[in-house]
């Protein structure tokens, strides 16, 4: 069974950092682009970063560009989200994904629709 479980969330004082973690166990992972997502109480849920199959592109919300880095390990089959100067906006659930529809290069936002298996979330909280 396809499962994304999420971890690293936590409770941070802003200007402060975080890395989540996604362990995957879907098959073979370096045949998915992966993404980060987040949704704030009442809020649609955002797209925060893709990286593709190999690790080799990446793209970011302009919200947190310069900020974050994704990443990922195609032998540990988990991939990840450094979170740096955190600030208040930044606090929501944080869901990782997997896209089967893999790419050489990103060069746009991504759908939700895109992706094919979700995570159960993660909370990240930034005080101020």
């Known amino acids: 069974q396809a499962q994304l479980v999420e971890s690293g969330g936590g409770l941070v004082q802003a200007g402060g950092s975080l890395r989540l973690s996604c362990a995957a166990s879907?098959?073979?992972?370096?045949?998915?682009?992966m993404g980060w997502f987040r949704q704030a109480p009442g809020k649609e849920r955002d797209f925060v970063a893709a990286?593709?199959?190999?690790?080799?592109?990446?793209y970011y919300s302009e919200s947190v560009k310069g900020r974050f880095t994704i990443s990922r390990d195609n032998a540990k089959n988990m991939f990840y989200l450094q979170m740096n100067s955190l600030k208040p906006e930044d606090t929501a659930v944080y869901y990782c994904?997997?896209?089967?529809?893999?790419?050489?290069?990103?060069?746009?936002?991504?759908?939700?629709?895109?992706?094919?298996?979700w995570g159960q979330g993660t909370q990240v909280t930034v005080s101020s």
């Open positions: 879907i098959g073979t992972f370096r045949r998915y682009d």
């Open positions: 990286i593709n199959w190999s690790g080799g592109s990446t």
């Open positions: 994904a997997a896209d089967s529809t893999v790419h050489s290069t990103l060069v746009r936002i991504p759908s939700i629709y895109e992706y094919d298996y």
